[in-house]
């Protein structure tokens, strides 16, 4: 992992995520490109049109980003920090971006579960819909800590594209992290042998790292998930969203959110 970007606009929720970006990237000798999208604004009234002329938006943008910058470099000097201002549309945008710059992980953060906070979390539920690359969501109450404990939520479903996992084991090996491949499922569910393939498969796939397998009963699969991290030390929770199937179904904006919501730990999207 070399690059990873950390969109902010300005927000606590969003200040929180970039902290984090920045601590995990002092460990990992990773560059950040902190990025900022704004719009220009349309003041519609009595009197004729009012726009706000470009050049100011992405100066004010820019001087932001900037002193946001120069702060974070005083705590991590060690970190290469860069930074990015885009016009349009967030998700969109920082989409864009990270398709065609070499960008390894999108660092994000999320609100509470309030209806108003769900809007300022729509931003990184559909960033993680459709980017391509590693979605990592904060929740805004969540702390950088060293990744000791990492599940990995699987359905046990094969993996078509192995280089998905590939994220993991690198932030395993740097911080010799314990891993949990997770599969949920229901009690009237026997694992048929396409799972006990796929399992394996798993198992093959994190032979890097330390690792157990688990099978947890339970008739929801959120829940499941939920139940489980509530009862272990857990530091990072990794889901694989799929093409096609219910772990793809999964990744619905409310679903997303709704399991981000359930948690202070932070929530790693891969993407097949």
């Known amino acids: 992992m070399k690059t990873i970007l950390a969109p902010t606009d300005f927000?606590?929720?969003?200040?929180?995520?970039?902290?984090?970006?920045?601590?995990?990237a002092a460990k990992t000798n990773t560059r950040i490109i902190l990025f900022h999208c704004f719009h220009v604004p349309v003041i519609a009234g009595d009197a004729p049109v009012v726009t706000i002329p470009f050049d100011e938006l992405e100066k004010d943008s820019l001087e932001t980003l900037?002193?946001?910058?120069?702060?974070?470099?005083?705590?991590?000097?060690?970190?290469?920090?860069?930074?990015?201002?885009?016009?349009?549309?967030?998700?969109?945008?920082?989409?864009?971006?990270?398709q065609t710059n070499p960008v390894d992980l999108i660092v994000m953060g999320i609100s509470g579960s309030g209806k108003i906070d769900q809007?300022?979390?729509?931003?990184?539920?559909?960033?993680?819909?459709?980017?391509?690359?590693?979605?990592?969501i904060i929740p805004g109450s969540a702390k950088f800590a060293e990744l000791a404990n990492v599940i990995v939520a699987f359905d046990f479903k094969e993996i078509d594209?192995?280089?998905?996992?590939?994220?993991?084991?690198?932030?395993?090996?740097?911080?010799k992290s314990r891993v949990t491949a997770l599969n949920v499922r229901q009690e009237h569910q026997k694992l048929s042998l396409e799972s006990?393939?796929?399992?394996?498969?798993a198992n093959t796939l994190l032979a890097e790292v330390?690792?157990?397998?688990?099978?947890?009963?339970?008739?929801?699969?959120?829940?499941?998930?939920?139940?489980?991290?509530?009862?272990?030390d857990v530091d990072l929770l990794v889901m694989i969203k799929r093409k096609h199937g219910f772990f793809g179904q999964l990744f619905n904006s409310s679903n997303t959110r709704k399991m981000a919501f359930h948690t202070h730990i932070p929530l790693l999207i891969l993407h097949e």
């Open 11 to 24: 927000s606590d929720i969003a200040n929180n995520a970039v902290e984090y970006a920045v601590a995990l």
């Open 66 to 98: 900037n002193l946001k910058k120069a702060e974070l470099e005083k705590k991590y000097p060690s970190v290469k920090i860069e930074v990015v201002s885009k016009v349009g549309f967030a998700a969109e945008e920082i989409n864009e971006y990270s």
């Open 119 to 136: 809007l300022l979390g729509s931003t990184a539920t559909s960033v993680s819909q459709k980017s391509k690359t590693p979605v990592l």
């Open 161 to 175: 594209d192995t280089n998905s996992i590939n994220i993991i084991i690198e932030l395993a090996k740097q911080f």
């Open 196 to 201: 006990s393939l796929s399992a394996k498969q």
């Open 210 to 232: 330390p690792h157990r397998m688990v099978n947890f009963v339970d008739s929801d699969t959120i829940h499941g998930i939920d139940h489980y991290l509530k009862g272990h």
